[in-house]
C-alpha cells in the first residue's frame, strides 16, 4: 500500500479543533465561545480521522490503532492518577481507591456518573472503538458494493443506537463504547466528504449558507443561556439529530475554509509570514495527539490565577497560557 500524503489543510484543521478543545476546557460554562466550541468541536476530530481513513484488515485496524490510541491511554492514565494515589494515600486507603481508579480504566466514564471520571482520555478509547467498528462495517458493506450513501443509513443507525442508549436510556457503556457508535457516524462523514471531493471542490458560496444556517439552529437549542447544545461525553445531544448534523454541518464549514487558506497561502514563498504561520499551524495538527495528551496532564495545574497585572485574570490569558505551555513541553521533550 502506497504511503498516505499528509493533507496539509487537515493538519491546519486539526490544529485548530486542538485550540478549541483547550479553549472549552478553560472558558466558563454560559460563555458564549465555549458554547459555540462545544457545538462540533469534538465531532471534529472523528469528522477528520474519516476523512484520512482507509481500510485495513481488522487485525491490522486493531493493532495499529491500538499503539496509537490504547497504549498511550493506558501509560498516561498511570502516570496521572495511579502512581501518585500509591504514593500518596495511606495504606488503608490506597487500595480502595486503586480498585476505584480500575473501574474508572475500564469504564472511561465522564462526570455525572457514579464511577469516577478520566477526564479528557476518555477521547482516546472512544475513537479507538469507533475505528474499528467503522473499519469493520465498512469492509462489509464495500464487500457488498454498497453506495456511499447506503454506508451512511448504516453508521446513522449506529449512531441512533448510540443516541437512544446514552442520550435516552441513560446507560453508559464501559469503554465508552456507547460514545464509540457515535463516533462512526461522525467518521463515515468525513469519510464521504473525502468520497465525494465536495470539500475540494469549487461551490458557489452562496450555498454555505445551507451548513451554516443548520449549524445555527444547532446552537439556538442551546439559547437563552448560551448552553451547549452537544456534548459526546455527556451524552447530550439537544434536538437530536439536529446537534449532530449541525456539528457535520460546522465541521465541514471549517475544513472547508482551510482548504482555502491553504490554496490561498501555500503558494507563497517560504519565508514569507502567512507561509510560516500556515506551516506552524500544520505542525500543531501533525503533533495534535502528542498535544492532546500533554493536554491531559495539564489539567492538574491550575491556570485560574493566569493573568495580566492590572487586567487580572480572564479565561483568554488562561487558554493562551495553556496553550503555550502545551507546545513547549512538546517541543522540550522532542528536544530530550
Known amino acids: 500500500m502506497p504511503e498516505k500524503k499528509r493533507l496539509g489543510f487537515i493538519d491546519l484543521a486539526k490544529a485548530i479543533a486542538f485550540m478549541m478543545v483547550v479553549c472549552g476546557h478553560t472558558f466558563v460554562p454560559g460563555s458564549r465561545l465555549r458554547a459555540i466550541i462545544y457545538s462540533f468541536h ?38 496521572v492518577t495511579v502512581i501518585p494515589s500509591v504514593l500518596i494515600w495511606t495504606q488503608e486507603r490506597r487500595f480502595a481507591k486503586l480498585i476505584s481508579l480500575l473501574k ?4 472511561t466514564t465522564g462526570d455525572g456518573h457514579v464511577i469516577e471520571s478520566t477526564g479528557a482520555f476518555w477521547f482516546l478509547v472512544a475513537l479507538f472503538f469507533s475505528r ?17 450513501l447506503v454506508q451512511g443509513i448504516v453508521c446513522g443507525a449506529v449512531a441512533t443506537l448510540s443516541y437512544v442508549l446514552g442520550g435516552v ?48 439552529g444547532e446552537i439556538a437549542t442551546g439559547l437563552p443561556g448560551w448552553n451547549q447544545p452537544l456534548s459526546m461525553l ?17 465541521s465541514f464549514l471549517l475544513i472547508k475554509a482551510c482548504h482555502s487558506i491553504e490554496a490561498v497561502f501555500g503558494e507563497q514563498p ?60 512538546l517541543l522540550l521533550f522532542s528536544i530530550l
Not at 196 to 214: D, Q, S
Open 270 to 329: 517560504d519565508r514569507s509570514i502567512p507561509k510560516r504561520i500556515l506551516s506552524s499551524g500544520e505542525w500543531v495538527g501533525r503533533m495534535c495527539m502528542k498535544l492532546y495528551l500533554i493536554h491531559c496532564f495539564d489539567f492538574y495545574l491550575s491556570w485560574d490565577s493566569i493573568g495580566i497585572p492590572l487586567l487580572g485574570s480572564t479565561s483568554l490569558f488562561a487558554t493562551l497560557a495553556r496553550l503555550s505551555f502545551d507546545i513547549l513541553v
Open 234 to 250: 455527556g451524552r447530550t445531544y439537544n434536538a437530536f439529530p439536529l446537534a449532530v448534523f449541525g456539528a457535520i454541518c460546522a
Open 132 to 148: 474499528i467498528i467503522f473499519n469493520a462495517l465498512l469492509l462489509v458493506l464495500e464487500k457488498h458494493d454498497a453506495s456511499t
Open 104 to 107: 474508572s480504566f475500564v469504564y
Open 42 to 79: 469534538m465531532p471534529l476530530f472523528f469528522i477528520l480521522a474519516g476523512y484520512t481513513f482507509r481500510t485495513k484488515s481488522q487485525k491490522t485496524a486493531v493493532v495499529t490503532s491500538a499503539k496509537r490510541l490504547l497504549l498511550p491511554y493506558a501509560l498516561a492514565y498511570t502516570t
Open 169 to 216: 436510556f441513560t446507560i453508559w457503556l464501559p469503554m465508552a463504547l456507547d460514545i464509540a457508535l457515535m463516533g462512526v457516524f461522525f467518521m463515515w462523514s468525513g469519510y464521504a466528504m473525502r468520497q465525494t471531493g465536495i470539500v475540494e471542490r469549487k461551490m458557489n458560496p452562496l450555498l454555505l449558507i445551507i451548513p451554516f444556517a443548520i449549524w445555527a
